[in-house]
């Protein structure tokens, strides 16, 4: 313990108190230790692993003095004890009164259903806006709801654990649409481990599916198909939609991987659940509608060197596009630049490239980017030299 101390680093020292010999033969089980200092078994695991560093000093504290660490082989000032506090719902005596109970109802609920509502503006507002002017405040959020779940009490745990979950899985999408899929992948990690622990089969799918997203966006075929894959896992607890969206993802690799007919097969998959599904506001994959799986199929055709199949679904789809949804609409443009480029059609796509790229600007989304890079590529590749040369030039001048 002492050379763990040494290395001031409270993940080190929490994973050797653990395994301390004066323990006995075996480690002290996570669920314990996690129990002891308030904290889920997610978190503990994530802290001994190094994933989450324990800087501030009221954790450092906190940590010591349940695991009764002697202040003098700490590196940082512990204080006086506290004073031992009322706890919220003791009983609390009146003078000359009655007995009550200090804090009759806890609050737990009422803030779940707000961060709710909360995260649902914060929705709206990526759709509009793109994903930068929320990353500091839902960061500030997930952190508020991680400190509400550290405090819970047990009849509260499950509702705290989905709101944190959802809070985290956001967080990562805002840092994927950014264009940083390592954090993306780190955050949407806390949020399956946060799902699992709540037992959430739903959410665990959609954050499963939601890290084949991930893997999608990195290009990474094999990892893409695995983790949609395991978002069917137990597909009779999935709503249909659920399962289309996941459908969907495993298209994607099949695009990635070059693999027409597997591509295909999910597709149509993912369109006969999709079409199948009742409306259901409560459901998270809501969005996954037919005309949805179908725009989704265009970007497959577009990957798999078929931009003619893909430009009628991707022409209907925009006619019939919602305004609420003005960064997708910006993606959505980016995929149509790429299949008039791959059709051999420069003016039309350089033209759709530049109405993407007036809400590219504002959005700042790094996926669009990164499809209106590929759109001069192609430009490039089809001979359209003098296309492709404007619109490198008016991408690396505006997009700075």
Not at 40 to 64: C, P
Not at 84 to 107: D, F, I, Q, W, Y
Not at 200 to 214: E, F, G, P, Q, V
Not at 257 to 281: I, K, M, N, T, W
Request: with cysteine.
């Amino acid at each position: 313990m002492r050379d763990a101390l040494t290395s001031r680093d409270m993940s080190v020292v929490v994973r050797a108190y653990r395994r301390h010999p004066a323990h006995g033969r075996k480690p002290l089980p996570q669920s314990d230790v996690a129990r002891w200092l308030n904290i889920t078994q997610g978190q503990l695991s994530r802290i001994e692993a190094g994933r989450n560093r324990v800087r501030d000093l009221d954790k450092l504290v906190h940590y010591a003095r349940c695991l009764r660490i002697p202040a003098e082989l700490l590196w940082f000032d512990v204080g006086e004890a506290d004073h031992e506090s009322p706890k919220a719902n003791a009983v609390l005596g009146l003078p000359g009164g009655p007995m009550v109970h200090a804090a009759a109802e806890r609050t737990e609920p009422a803030l779940v259903g707000a961060l709710l509502n909360t995260l649902q503006q914060y929705v709206i507002t990526d759709n509009l806006a793109g994903p930068h002017s929320l990353l500091t405040v839902v960061a500030q959020q997930t952190s508020f709801a991680e400190r509400l779940l550290t405090e819970s009490r047990e009849r509260n745990r499950g509702d705290l654990l989905h709101v944190t979950a959802r809070f985290a899985e956001f967080t990562g999408w805002l840092h994927q649409d950014a264009g940083d899929l390592h954090t993306a992948m780190r955050w949407s990690n806390t949020a399956l481990d946060l799902a699992q622990e709540a037992g959430d089969a739903h959410l665990t799918s959609y954050i499963r599916m939601r890290k084949s997203n991930i893997a999608s966006d990195a290009r990474k075929p094999d990892l893409t198909i695995a983790f949609a894959r395991a978002a069917l896992q137990k597909p009779g607890a999935l709503t249909p939609r659920l399962k289309a969206v996941a459908l969907r993802q495993e298209a994607h690799g099949h695009a990635l991987a070059g693999s027409y007919d597997e591509c295909a097969r999910a597709l149509d998959h993912a369109f006969q659940h999709a079409a199948d599904a009742p409306d259901d506001d409560a459901d998270i994959a809501r969005y996954c509608t037919p005309s949805y799986v179908e725009m989704e199929a265009a970007h497959c055709w577009v990957e798999l060197g078929q931009p003619a199949k893909a430009l009628a679904t991707l022409q209907q789809g925009l006619a019939e596009w919602h305004p609420d949804f003005r960064r997708d609409l910006g993606l959505c443009l980016a995929r149509l630049a790429i299949a008039h480029a791959g059709t051999e059609q420069p003016d039309e796509a350089l033209t759709v490239a530049q109405h993407s790229l007036a809400i590219t600007t504002e959005t700042r989304s790094a996926r669009t980017k990164h499809q209106l890079h590929r759109a001069a590529e192609l430009l490039d590749t089809t001979g359209a030299h003098d296309h492709a040369r404007h619109l490198r030039h008016t991408l690396r001048t505006t997009l700075r």
